[in-house]
Nanobody, 112 residues
Framework: QVQLVESGGGLVQAGGSLRLSCAAS????????MGWYRQAPGKQRKFVAG???????DYADSVKGRFTISRDNAENIVYLEMNSLKPEDTAVYYC??????WGQGTQVTVSS
């Protein structure tokens, strides 16, 4: 079983940037497909970005060109670099391993 802990959320103005981190423990991290998801108030959790063990990435259309997912297998960390943030990016962001294990989430609030 993998344990995930997110960090790096906060309050930022529209157009700003944040970098989220997700630290993993308890398993062979480098073998796992990792992903970031987000859930806005009153809405379902949605996929944001994913990265395979070999580094292949994919993104939701709404964040393409603005967000970048990456991983450091030596440190067991996955990152989400978020640029050109918009108020509609406001949500709780969750890290996931294989869509099965989840972190506790970190709040991102983008003010207009």
């Amino acid at each position: 079983q993998v344990q995930l802990v997110e960090s790096g959320g906060g309050l930022v103005q529209a157009g700003g940037s944040l970098r989220l981190s997700c630290a993993a423990s308890g398993t062979i991290f480098s073998n796992l497909r990792m992903g970031w998801y987000r859930q806005a108030p009153g809405k379902q959790r949605k996929f944001v970005a994913g990265i395979t063990s070999s580094g292949y990435t994919d993104y939701a259309d709404s964040v393409k060109g603005r967000f970048t997912i990456s991983r450091d297998n030596a440190e067991n960390i996955v990152y989400l670099e978020m640029n050109s943030l918009k108020p509609e990016d406001t949500a709780v962001y969750y890290c996931s391993a294989l869509g099965i294990s989840w972190g506790q989430g970190t709040q991102v609030t983008v003010s207009s």
